[in-house]
């Protein structure tokens, strides 16, 4: 029996596959423009139509709303346990704009990243930050996240030094700065461990936790491969996670020890 196709060649084959699918529809869309305009020539014109104005949309005659799971299912999660914790401020270093905007509408939230963001937004503040350095004194911050990010971190694709530890020299960091008894977000690919250069890292659990050792896990959650029976699992047990081929592991680290007075 064929084993599924390895994302890296899915990659590869992933825009010729669009241009085949998009030329196979383009004659539909010619007909729906000349039926459309045809349909509005006797009502009166409200916005004029153009051919030249096209801009084809050909991929979302779907049965369903399609979405990243990854991107959609791991800023909620996070999302949801902050709404749990209610952060007097939080900090997050670099993960999506998505969610440090929206949760920034019930708590104060401080957004760093190595290309800066110029947001401007009430309850949000913007600035740089290298996460091979972080700008924050030892156990100095009590909620953190950082999410789909270490597994960029030392491959340049941002324009960051190349470095094949970054990514460790990264979760130390991360470690270093979290207050006793904080909270600290991370979420990264999980599955069969290996690096797809220059885009990102794909880690078992064991490698994971060796990273953030010394820190506890409050909560591990997972989105699983497309075909598993529930996509996303809140509170998963962490064996499924190696069984992956790009995964998506949610980790909720807390510091041991009580925050100083």
Known sequence: MRGPIPIEIRLVLQPLLRFLR??????????????????SRPLPQRLPLRWGDR?????????KTPFDPHYVYHPAWAARILAETRPVRHVDISSTLHFCTIVSAFVPVDF???RPAPLELDNLTTGSADLMRLPFGDESVPSLSCMHVLEHVGLGRYGDPLDPEGDLRAARELTRV????????IVVPVGRPRI???????????????????LEVRE?????DAGAPELFVRGASMEPADRQLYGCGCYWFVKPGEPEI
């Not at 030329?23 to 349909?39: I, K, N, Q, T």
């Not at 979290?178 to 977000?185: A, E, F, I």
């Not at 797809?196 to 010394?214: E, K, P, Q, T, W």
């Open 196 to 214: 797809v250069y220059n885009s990102h890292r794909i880690y078992s659990n064991a490698a994971v936790l060796d990273a953030f050792r010394g």
């Open 220 to 224: 591990f959650s997972l989105v699983q």
């Open 112 to 114: 760093y990243d190595y």
């Open 178 to 185: 979290l207050r006793p008894g904080g909270t600290l977000l």
């Open 22 to 39: 998009n030329a196979a529809v383009w004659p539909g869309f010619v007909r729906d423009f000349l039926r459309f305009r045809s349909m």
């Open 55 to 63: 801009l084809p949309n050909l991929d979302d005659r779907t049965g």
